[in-house]
């Protein structure tokens, strides 16, 4: 099978991760993953949510939005807060980050990573998931480097991919042309150690089979562990 954009079934959209895309923020980058990108910044703040302040340990959230051009038609802002798929998508980036942090060793503050979709060709949140995580990753060095801590939280890298069956036909990375025409589409979520963080998977017409879950889930995982080679790339590891 040959796709539309002439991939193979199983390859990953050219990805590419730029460092420092926002100067202020403590960690940022943009992600490109074929034509969608997502510009992510992470902040530090020397606080925790009133509810966490008597554990001792710190907190990791994320915020995700998407620009009003970032589609084929533009979309208004929420300009009321996060409609149910943006409280979704937000919780997902920061469940994902979460699972790699080591909150106690954070200590009482704050890092908040800000996902916002510049152009969306599908697959925007497994994009934030990897590049929040690389930004993370640049806010935590920072904090260890300014002696905040003394070793850094983040025990390893998590990064999110899509796969899907198409023509029957298991694919990784879809774009949205293949989004919105796919029998199943799935969204992965898995850490550097091959630890499942997230997965979301939704026959769009008939049931799947669970030989066809365990090829697209194999798919994925190979997905994964290419997008964080990425990631190391990019920091420098």
Known sequence: MIRNDGRDP?????TQIDLDAVSY???SCLISTGNTRVLCA???????PDWRAASGKGWVTAEYGMLPR?????SSRE???????????????????RSVTDLE???????ILDCDVLQADGGTRTASITGAAVALAQAC?????????????????????????FDATPILDLDYFEDSRAQVDMNLVVTEGEGLVEV?????GDPFARQELTEMLDLGMEGIQALIRTQKTALGM
Do not use: F, N, Y
């Open 79 to 97: 300009r009321e807060g996060p409609k149910g798929r943006t409280q979704e998508i937000q919780r997902l980036i920061g469940r994902s980050l």
């Open 200 to 204: 979301q998977g939704t026959a769009e």
């Open 10 to 14: 199983g390859a990953l959209r050219p």
């Open 42 to 48: 992470a902040s530090v703040q020397a606080e925790v």
């Open 105 to 111: 060793a954070l200590g009482p503050r704050t890092i």
């Open 70 to 74: 970032a589609t084929h038609t533009r």
């Open 141 to 165: 060095k920072r904090l260890v480097e300014m002696g905040e801590i003394d070793g850094d939280p983040m025990r390893e890298l998590v990064a999110g991919v899509s796969v899907g069956l």
């Open 25 to 27: 923020a403590e960690g």
